[in-house]
């Protein structure tokens, strides 16, 4: 079973669309969750780290909010220039300070 | 700039040869890592160290080597005993919390 879930895998929308990506964990005590934007051809981009349960930070249109089991991305009206590869990762308290990834979610804006 | 690092952009490899992947960063961050990445499989973890001079194994390091002589560089090998080389390689690099990645190599098989 899969530590770190993303969905949709794929998500198309247009221009001024809001939408959200999921990301579920099951590791027993999180240390930290990481948002990373990857663009094709291009190394993962750091967005956000999140700590605790109903933790929120924002940038730009991405908003990411954080509960005990998973956490949200919101795209709020976005642009083409969204479209990319959105990753989460998840460090678990305790245990190894290898993040686990899950495998993403692909997300297009049409204009 | 701080950052991360990686050449070349694009490797092309030949039956039998060894090719080594470079990383670097001046982050002055301690932990490095390397990870595979293919289509739809997400991020493999290969090998990671926490310090100079000392590496530990991931998930599918069969077939690659790395070294940490200096704590800014940390070069992947891929060996002829890695029978499917072809991917994206990621190097990153982590202080307390955050991994940062570099901007990826291309491994193709002639």
């Known amino acids: 079973e899969d530590q770190v879930t993303q969905s949709p895998e794929a998500l198309r929308l247009q221009e001024g669309e809001s939408s959200s990506l999921n990301c579920s964990y099951t590791?027993?005590?999180?240390?930290?969750l990481f948002w990373y934007r990857q663009d094709p051809g291009k190394g993962p981009e750091f967005l956000f780290t999140?700590?605790?349960a109903g933790e929120e930070k924002e940038k730009e249109r991405l908003k990411a909010t954080l509960t005990k089991k998973e956490s949200f991305l919101h795209i709020t009206a976005p642009k083409p220039e969204d479209s990319a590869t959105y990753l989460c990762?998840?460090?678990?308290?305790?245990?190894?300070?290898?993040?686990?990834f899950g495998r993403g979610t692909s997300l297009i804006v049409h204009p | 700039d701080g950052g991360i690092t990686q050449s070349p952009k694009y490797l092309f490899r030949k039956e039998g040869q060894n090719v080594t992947l470079s990383c670097e960063q001046n982050?002055?961050?301690?932990?490095m890592y390397w990870y595979r990445q293919d289509p739809g499989q997400g991020l493999r973890l290969i090998y990671y160290?926490?310090?100079?001079?000392?590496?530990q194994k991931g998930d599918i390091a069969e077939g690659y080597s790395v070294s940490r002589e200096k704590k800014e560089s940390f070069p992947l090998t891929v060996t002829s005993a890695q029978k499917n080389p072809t991917a994206f390689y990621l190097c990153?690099?982590?202080?307390?919390?955050?991994?940062?990645f570099g901007p990826g190599t291309r491994l193709l098989v002639l």
């Open positions: 990153a690099s982590s202080g307390q919390e955050t991994q940062y």
């Open positions: 590791v027993s005590g999180l240390r930290g």
């Open positions: 999140l700590y605790s």
């Open positions: 990762a998840v460090r678990e308290s305790g245990g190894s300070y290898i993040p686990t």
């Open positions: 982050l002055n961050h301690d932990a």
């Open positions: 160290s926490q310090i100079v001079n000392d590496f």
